[in-house]
């Protein structure tokens, strides 16, 4: 596919975006732009079999954890909590996962960014372990954090909190308009929080493991979102429109692609869903960060030089695992470290795979043992773009308005911009803050949209990435930026298609015990925060016990 056929595909050849880099180039000011294709090329060696196995040193420890996402560092949290300190975290191909976070400048003043997610609802009753959790990092407060969580206001989003761009005008809250339909959909959603089965269980829940399993409601995911909202008759496009955009947000597709049971467990699931949501400079990334002094991580450079690891306190080093094998009273893995090559046997005594199912089925020997055969598909991945403007000043906006952290544009194809620098308490505006663009590439299929992005120009990147900056605030915009940085996330999240509950791979993995655990939001085809913690501690106990 060359470039126009690509732009053309993601709504873009004849579009302002282009337009305006054209302009950009011809223009005395041109910001410097960087590509991150994140995990490669080393994630593609791996699954090409071109790493070679051989290993320079053995060594042997107690609990190996492969991962640095939500559900490693949650897991490593928990077994902290409960005494073990004895831990060896791998932390794959990225720091924090999709926790990361972007970073311009080396100094005191640098500005930081999320580079994946960058909000955490607050969460649902059922969602203990993640209550427990934020009430140890001291962002929920009060004596009965699990029963009446009481949230610090420095971590709760601050007013604007957001606002959609609609017929050349901003407009509060995320939908331009209200109708009959909307009214109705979301009356309904008000009954659909509470709602129970005959077994008194909640219908959806959160983590979606505990959602009821009666017929009532599974049926729903035998058909899509959108078939649901045409069976029901909703024919508003804002309410189309409005509804496609939070399912490219939480899950990368739209109501065509995803689980009518998915898209109404969106809504019905946490129960405080008019609630100001948690964020930060950073995003989640401060979550994970905080973990991290929590549990006392030392971050090791290189492999130790001894034979055992006898860790007082958990440790991580820069590695992949190359390969994963359980062997009796052990589970051999071989880790490549990521900057200097080398490659260490470590047979540890027990293993949590942290890592997303993809990339456990290529380095798990005998991965059909563990349900990865060809009658039992992965889920589906999604791609996007995370596009991080550096900004030397804010941009001009529009008169009698105010700019949100949230910031997104009606029929858009992207989903709009959050504000860095928007939590920080200041007399004025800092000079400079980054706008972090996020975009869910589902104008064709993922694996079609996979191979695009891996040969795709960095203009036309940049181009998918700048498309809403540039729809309102015009090409003037480029005179603000100094910087942008591109993140390509091309199996950014799982995807919770048609018959995702009943995944017989994701049932088989949730149930599996061995010296070798699994723990990743992928358990749940479904890449939010509390889904990860909840398979993180799940891990955890089970080794504990």
């Known amino acids: 596919m060359n470039r126009r056929q690509f732009l053309s595909y993601s709504a873009l050849a004849a579009g302002t975006a282009t337009a305006a880099w054209w302009q950009l ?12 294709r994140i995990g490669l090329p080393l994630a593609h060696a791996l699954r090409d079999a071109q790493l070679p196995l051989t290993h320079s040193r053995e060594q042997s420890c107690d609990t190996l954890i492969l991962g640095s996402g939500a559900a490693a560092l949650s897991a490593a949290w928990w077994l902290v909590r409960n005494g073990q300190r004895n831990i060896l975290l791998a932390e794959g191909f990225e720091r924090n996962g999709n926790q990361a976070a972007y970073t311009f400048g080396e100094s005191k003043s640098s500005l930081h960014a999320p580079a994946g997610a960058h909000y955490l609802p607050q969460s649902s009753a059922e969602s203990i372990h993640v209550r427990q959790m934020l009430h140890d990092l001291g962002i929920i407060q009060g004596s009965n954090p699990l029963t009446h969580p009481i949230y610090s206001d420095m971590d709760l989003v601050h007013q604007p909190d957001e606002r959609v761009w609609a017929d050349g005008a901003w407009h509060s809250g995320l939908l331009p308009r209200q109708d009959a339909d909307t009214q109705r959909f979301f009356q309904y959603i008000a009954t659909l929080r509470h709602a129970k089965d005959a077994s008194g269980n909640k219908a959806f829940a959160m983590p979606v493991a505990l959602s009821s399993a009666a017929e009532e409601w599974r049926r729903l995911d035998r058909i899509t979102f959108a078939q649901w909202l045409k069976q029901q008759g909703y024919q508003s496009p804002v309410l189309w429109w409005y509804l496609d955009y939070c399912c490219r ?15 109404l467990h969106y809504f019905a699931a946490r129960g405080n869903e008019n609630a100001a949501v948690l964020t930060w400079a950073d995003g989640l990334n401060h979550i994970a960060e905080k973990l991290r002094q929590l549990i006392g991580l030392q971050e090791l450079a290189d492999f130790p030089d001894t034979a055992e690891y006898a860790l007082r306190q958990p440790a991580s080093v820069p590695a992949v695992a ?12 071989h880790l490549r470290h990521t900057q200097n090559g080398k490659t260490h046997l470590i047979r540890a005594k027990n293993v949590i795979c942290a890592m997303p199912l993809a990339v456990a089925k290529r380095v798990l020997r005998h991965a059909e043992r563990y349900g990865f055969t060809a009658q039992n598909p992965l889920p589906q991945s999604a791609p996007w773009l995370v596009g991080n403007f550096v900004l030397r000043r804010f941009p001009n906006e529009a008169a009698h308005t105010e700019l949100a952290w949230d910031n997104i544009r009606y029929g858009s194809p992207a989903l709009g911009y959050v504000v860095a620098s928007h939590q920080a308490i200041r007399v004025a505006k800092p000079e400079q803050t980054i706008f972090t663009a996020y975009r869910a590439l589902n104008h064709a299929p993922p694996d079609q949209v996979r191979r695009q992005l891996l040969h795709a120009a960095d203009e036309d990147l940049l181009a998918l990435a700048a498309e809403d900056l540039l729809a309102v605030y015009g090409k003037s915009f480029w005179r603000a930026v100094v910087h942008v940085d591109i993140a390509v996330r091309a199996h950014a999240m799982a995807v919770p298609a048609v018959g995702y509950l009943s995944n017989p791979l994701l049932l088989e993995l949730r149930g599996h015990h061995s010296r070798l655990q699994f723990a990743h939001s992928d358990l749940s085809s479904y890449s939010v925060f509390e889904e990860a913690v909840h398979w993180g501690v799940q891990a955890a106990q089970r080794l504990l016990g």
């Open 25 to 36: 180039r011809r223009s005395n000011h041109q910001p410097s732009v960087s590509v991150r």
């Open 322 to 333: 190359l390969s994963v094998e359980e062997q009796g009273d052990a589970v051999n893995v």
């Open 249 to 263: 947000d939480d899950y990368g597709q739209g109501v065509a692609q995803v689980s009518a049971f998915a898209g």
